[in-house]
């Protein structure tokens, strides 16, 4: 082919790309089924122009976009990493991870659901094989939600929704390419009634190895990445040879899915990128992946538009049928996943309760469009697969794809519409009177002190002022319109504003890198809990995510568990190090919301409401120091360090600024400050490092603070550190049960426990132990100890204690009080 002719076409096509996105948002469409109609326009005009005696002038460029050469290894190897890879960097992972269970049945067990209702309605309509049957339920089981996710996103629709709805998109991908593959090598061996044995023997290699692939490259990459930190372009480059070297290495070397593999290798580079990349070198990275993938997605539904009429030249007449079955099949199949199968986990708490309106719009936004056509083009190009079923999935793919695109992708917004998820709710319409008021508001004293300073004409200014006043009022008077809202609808309308702004500073403190790149995820992550647990449960909803944000997770009971058990101490020294950060974090957003609560807040809900939102906000940072002051009591050293390489990095940005300054202000050169940033950049490298958490070591400096353990000599302490095992609880967990045999003693490193028994309550603070007098007395406990903040315990067996016991005064003493108090006499005590 001509080179120029086919340089000349892509360009227009990127130009094709650039004028559809703000054509689709005017026509109000999907910007997919926009690009698959202009690429069956063109393709049919190709046509068009081949076969017609007007004019030969275009038929060398026709003759080039009917012979493009698109084949399903380009979409499957050029176009699908990129889609992938980039999907994987864009998701928040710990909100995703909040959801996988509704994430995973709408992907995985929905796509098994497609394929198995389109296999085999087409295997009753038919006289195709099961196995191919089963093949094209696979092909379009595949589904496109980003037109509904971006639909969502401009009507405010629950984050969680929209999320649970980006989650599926990258692994339904996955599975259905995985199911794909089973399918397509049972029709190619001619296998035509597999078994369910038969498809899932393969399934553990596929995907095992897939996610092993891509998990081993990717930390290589890393490594790569991490070792010349300075040369960012250097580091950008390698990601975009990651995605592509795992697909292939995974689909060429030991049969694994490539699909997986990128899957994992993007989740790999997602979590642990951040923390070893430098902050603009990670946003440059993603900004670049935003901007590969938006080409390949674009270019990708142009591409496989341009198949549509070739695939659809040998159609017949019952084959209309057939893709009616499929329409059918593929719609039930998704209907009964979100109208039976999400219900049933919302109630078993496994999933958010996601409204009918929502779910309607899913069912009617599910589009099929490039994958589809890519896998059934891997079809028509197989010779080991007989024509009569090329035929068959190339014509039920492509009509399946146009009615989705063509169909659906058309009438969403009218759905949408006609389903009222358009308008806003009533504490949302509350909300924006009342900034729209308060905004006015401002607005006046500013422009008020701007006609002053430029010396309008008087008249001018009065008309206008006039004019501006008029519309004050009425936005005042829709305001105070408000007056029927409950109050704890004004409230939840508070709450929201302060952690929307909440997430704002976070993200200022980011980009300043007062928040360090490896805490910025989590501590967003927090924030936009906060948000969703205000919208859903007001009050109360804000302050479980509030509580959540500084509770023990499971990860650190299983890192508790690797040290405690198997001597393992790496994970949890790096948790607890990433707890301090995430604190430290914390505390510094938590200390600048006052002045939000004093100032808009106050203004738009009046002042009881920022009463109110002042003194939960004085609870959290209530909450946030004793956490911390319960670390600095376990690692003294180490909040230290912390505290320390806070300081110097807020200094270095306190010094970048000066310099840019400096700069701006002409009073140094381009040369100079260059010089003057490079060595700022040096020491923030090595400001950024974070000091290593000795476990070991900090455990003995722990036990040596306890007064219990004031009277053993050095010795004794480090044994003693070496057998007591660490324990986490959260506000309100219960530590020990009545009724339950006694087996350890517990003494508290930090946090609080209450101690009921015998309709008595005790408080126990840092220091204190117990659980001692049921293993002394030797009977079942009839005490319960709950945590009532979030607690570190250390942990000895009544054996050691006993010994313990024997040895240390201090702790016989503590003993005798213990059973005093209690009103149990010593004599009792074996």
Known sequence: MDIVLITTIVATLFVVIGVAEPLAARLRMPYSALLAVIGILISVTAIFFMQTDLTDALNPVAEVILGFPIRSNVFLYVFLPTLLFQATLGMNLRRMLDDWVPILVLAVVAVVVATLFVGYALSWASTLPLAACLLIGAIVSTTDPSAVVSIFRSISAPRRVARIIEGESL???AAAIALFGLFMGFVMLGVPDPTLADALGRFPLLIAGGVLVGWIVARIAIWLMAAFPQFELAQVSISVALPYLVYIGAEQSIGASGVIAVVAAGLTLNLAGPGRLLPQTWISLRELWDVLAHWAGALIFILAAFLIPRFLTDVRLHD????????????????????????ILHKFRLS?????PYRTAILWGGLRGAVTLALALAVTESFRVPNDIQRVVGILATGFTLFTLLVQGTTLRRVIRWLGLENLSPIDEALSRQVVAVALQTVREDLSRTTENYDLTHEIVRSEAKRFGDRLEEAVKQAEDNADILERDRVTLGLIALAGHERDTILDRVRERTISARMAEQVLSDADRLIEGARSGGRSGYQRAARRSVSYGRGFRIAGLLHNRLGISGPLAGMTADRFELLLSQRLVLRDLDAFIGGRIRRIHGRRLSDLLAELLSRRIEVVETALDGLRLQYP?????????????????????EYTAMREDGLIGAEVFTKLME?????????????????????????????????LDETALKRLARAL?????????????????????????SGAAEMETAGQTW????????GQMAILTNKARRTEVRAIAPSTLLVLDEMRFRRLLDRSPAIQEAVRASASKRGISTSDLV
């Open 725 to 749: 095992q660490t324990q986490y609880a959260n506000a309100g967990e219960i530590i020990m049960r009545r009724d339950t045999p006694a087996r350890s003693v517990f003494f508290i490193a």
């Open 637 to 657: 050293g180490y909040a230290e360090e912390l505290e320390r390489r806070f300081i110097r990095r807020t200094a270095l940005r306190l010094e970048e600024r």
């Open 679 to 711: 060595q700022t950049a040096t020491r923030r490298a090595a400001a950024e490092d974070r000091p290593r958490l000795d476990v070991a070591f900090q455990r003995i400096e722990l036990v040596r603070q306890f007064p219990l353990f004031v009277d």
């Open 763 to 770: 408080r126990l603070g840092r220091g204190e132990m117990f």
């Open 352 to 356: 958010p309760k996601v409204e009918r």
């Open 320 to 343: 209309f049928l057939l893709i009616g079955v499929v329409i059918l099949a593929a719609i039930t199949a998704r209907a009964v996943i979100l109208f039976v199968l999400m219900p």
């Open 171 to 173: 692994l339904n991908d």
